[in-house]
């Protein structure tokens, strides 16, 4: 069976036939343009083009966007992140809390960092201009400084953690830790990550110990790599207080039973040996099954 008869068309009548498909797609695109630059006065375009990648074509320039690399300590940065259009709104009306958001960030994961806070600041805080808190185990860079300025005009605190914050707890050896990791390096994600480990235990209590944060009496936990597509048209630290509400949260996936073999029991000896610090409500059997076990539920 020859490719005209599979198309049900001859040669001839495929070629005609794609060529008005061509002609009607590139009419369309220069209508379009054309359309545009009636429709956008001249500041506006000069906005767009000075923020956007699609300078060349809202412009009308002929030469093409060279990315660049900044400098260290220099304020430029040319990448594909659109510079923030929102810290220049008003502050939204009504209080605000004693809250910032919080970041525990690499310095590789700038990019990253860089989309979420576009995106957060765009759907939230362009209104409430919360300060950010950012920690990382090592120094931050010049460049990662830079890079995180240029996307907000809202407060940005810097901070490093020391040995106690990111690293062994006393319970632990690095030797037994090794064996451990070696032994799980297969069994699931992040099994042979020893970073990964101090991250969960940094995040499981010890941040709130830092000095940029033990003051704050709410935080919003932001991470690289995450989109926001609606706007946030109040604000949750104000809504959470009002409510009685002390934790809140966005997704609750189950959690892959092999990463917490022996949570639940050590969950439980705490609990038997702490009665005395229970609320009188309590989310326990949201997260316990019918048969007293973990049901991984993972918040």
């Known amino acids: 069976m020859g490719l005209p008869s599979i198309l049900g068309m001859q040669p001839t009548a495929r070629i005609y036939k ?3 498909m061509l002609t009607a797609l590139a009419t369309i695109a220069v209508t379009l343009y054309m359309a545009s630059s009636l429709l956008l006065d001249d500041s506006t375009r000069s ?6 990648p699609l300078s060349n074509m809202l412009g009308g320039g002929n030469k093409a966007v060279i990315p660049t690399v900044a400098p260290v300590g220099s304020n430029l940065i040319v ?6 259009r929102i810290s220049y709104d008003p502050p939204a009306e009504g209080e605000r809390v004693n809250g910032a958001i919080v970041v525990l960030v690499r310095n590789s994961e700038l990019d990253g960092l860089r989309k979420s806070m576009r995106m957060f600041e765009d759907r939230f805080n362009r209104r409430y201009k919360y300060p950010y808190v950012l920690l990382n185990d090592q120094n931050f860079t010049q460049e990662f400084r830079d890079g995180i300025a240029a996307i907000t005009k809202n407060e940005l605190r ?6 106690d914050q990111w690293g062994y707890s006393e319970s632990v050896t690095p030797e037994e830790t090794a064996k451990k990791l070696e032994y799980n390096k297969n069994r699931y994600l992040y099994g042979g990550s020893l970073s990964y480990r101090f ?3 940094f995040q499981s209590g010890k941040f709130y110990h830092h000095p940029l944060v033990r003051d704050l009496d709410w935080y919003w936990r932001l991470e690289p790599d995450v989109e926001y597509y609606c706007d946030i048209d109040y604000d949750p630290f104000v809504f959470m207080r009002d409510r009685g509400i002390k934790y ?13 073999e022996s949570l639940w ?3 439980r000896e705490w609990i038997k040996n702490n009665t005395h610090m229970l609320p009188d409500r309590s989310l ?3 997260v316990m099954g019918t048969d007293g076990h973990y049901n991984l539920c993972h918040f």
């Open 18 to 20: 794609v060529g008005l």
């Open 47 to 52: 906005s767009l083009g000075s923020n956007l």
């Open 265 to 267: 029991y050590h969950t």
């Open 284 to 286: 326990v059997n949201w």
């Open 248 to 260: 809140g949260f966005t997704i609750a996936p189950r959690e892959g039973r092999r990463t917490v």
């Open 79 to 84: 990448d594909n992140i659109p510079a923030a």
């Open 199 to 201: 991250m969960c235990r």
């Open 158 to 163: 810097f901070g490093i953690l020391d040995g």
